[in-house]
Nanobody, 125 residues
């Protein structure tokens, strides 16, 4: 069993930056594929970024091209999502997800086993 806890969300001014954190319980973090998704009101949950257990990174290039950095710190059991140049369309609840034992980068919600509760990011003046 893995528990995920996100943090770092809040109110951000347009053009600003935020770094989200997701800390996982248990000793299996280093063996897990990790991902970030987001869900805006009235919309489906969408892929934002993912990182494999070996550090391969992939991003949703359509909506957030060049504005994201995903990273992981295995000793701290934590994955980070740095988001820059935020705009109102980035307002959403951001979720962290994990899949134990996967060697691949995963892009779809159904591929992940565990989810955090989400952290709200609101981009507004």
């Amino acid at each position: 069993q893995v528990q995920l806890q996100e943090s770092g969300g809040g109110l951000v001014r347009p053009g600003g930056s935020v770094r989200l954190s997701c800390t996982a319980s248990g000793s299996t973090f280093g063996n897990s594929a990790m991902g970030w998704f987001r869900q805006a009101p009235g919309k489906e949950r969408e892929f934002v970024a993912a990182i494999s257990r070996s550090g391969v990174k992939r991003y949703n290039s359509d909506s957030m091209k060049g504005r994201l950095i995903i990273s992981r710190d295995s000793p701290k059991n934590t994955v980070y999502l740095q988001m820059n140049s935020l705009n109102s369309e980035d307002t959403a609840v951001y979720y962290c997800a994990a899949r134990l034992g996967s060697v691949c980068v995963l892009y779809h919600t159904e591929e992940y086993e565990y989810w955090g509760q989400g952290t709200q990011v609101t981009v507004s003046w």
